[in-house]
């Protein structure tokens, strides 16, 4: 899907190329724009379902909540952003503001299209069944749930960023480089030349003074005594499973070697330095985000409870904004109450 498609088709992109938006921000590749076609599509998704709402008690209603309901989300991304940015750069992480806006963007373009494909069904409850309290209840439960899917959308791109290791300090990248040099498997000697003396194996375990006999020369390694790992010997009829060391089968080394890899890793050598599959460490810019989208979630809710009414009660006249008394929280539990 081409990144040139008009600002109200931008949440087909999001959907249908979602990697191609990941790999974009990660490449900070204009994002300028992008930012600026998802803000269009996501005020004007918001507005349609904000005039939805606003029906309910009037005209004048629905056109002001029209206007409210996209600020309502700009202004808790206003709010919110600089701390997401500076829990990233406390943390090592190495994100620009506009990856981070964008980044936020992308989950409230979603967010904001998911609740206006709900509209229909919202206007739908308002025409065949106008109870205040459970239109109310409605509209809050869409909401909650296109946020919920918005917010699934935000750490799916984390988690993107974090694999090109841009929520990790370069220390961390570093460490991860030396372990996989580590881990890498030594290079095979070059043979010796025609004619120049083959060196002996040295066997694990034996002394400075056990492998040198009086005269000098090297004791081979058959008199040693090397130390090796002896498989446990498998069932009968179970055919034998050869025993995986850095990579390589231990019948491929010399009884007593050590293996290619293992040389200098300060281990035990029957211990690998980097098992294969292991689940990296979680950076603690991913623990962080959780954490941001807890305090994103409040903060909108407040600032809803700050800017109503979206809805207008019947019994009341038109009022653009009503007193500060009470929480979202509190009359959400009143409302249930009411209508149980």
Known sequence: MSGDRPSPLVIERILRDRQGIWQQIVADDDLNALTGRMLASSAVALACYGAVLGAFH??????????????????????????LYLFNLVFGARLSVRQSVALVMVAITV?????????????????????YGFFKLLNVAILTLSAVVGLRFLTGGMQVLNAHGLLAPPT?????????????PAAVPAQPA????????????????????????????????????????PAAGVPAQPVMLA??????????????????????????PMRRGEPEQRPASMTLLYVWILLFGFVGTQLAWTLRPFVGSPGEDFALFRSIEGNFYAEILRTLGNLF
């Not at 299209?113 to 109870?131: N, R, W």
């Not at 961390?172 to 996989?180: D, K, L, V, W």
């Not at 034996?206 to 010997?233: F, K, R």
């Open 111 to 131: 967010t904001s299209m998911l609740a206006v494909a709900f509209a229909p069904i919202s206007l739908f409850f308002l025409i065949t069944a106008p109870d």
């Open 247 to 272: 990579g390589h089968p231990v019948a491929a080394f010399p009884p007593g070697m050590v293996p290619p890899g293992y040389a200098g890793a300060g281990r035990p050598w029957a211990t690998p």
């Open 172 to 184: 961390a990248a570093a460490a991860g480089a030396t372990q996989a040099a580590v881990a890498a």
């Open 58 to 83: 009037g005209v004048l209603m629905a056109l002001t909540s029209a206007v409210k309901l996209p600020l309502l989300f700009l202004i808790t991304l206003a709010i919110c952003l600089p701390t």
């Open 194 to 233: 025609a004619g120049e003396p083959v060196a002996e194996p040295v066997a694990v375990g034996a002394g400075a003074n056990g492998a040198a006999g009086a005269n000098g020369t090297t004791t081979p390694a058959a008199e040693a005594q090397p130390v090796s790992v002896v498989p446990a010997q």
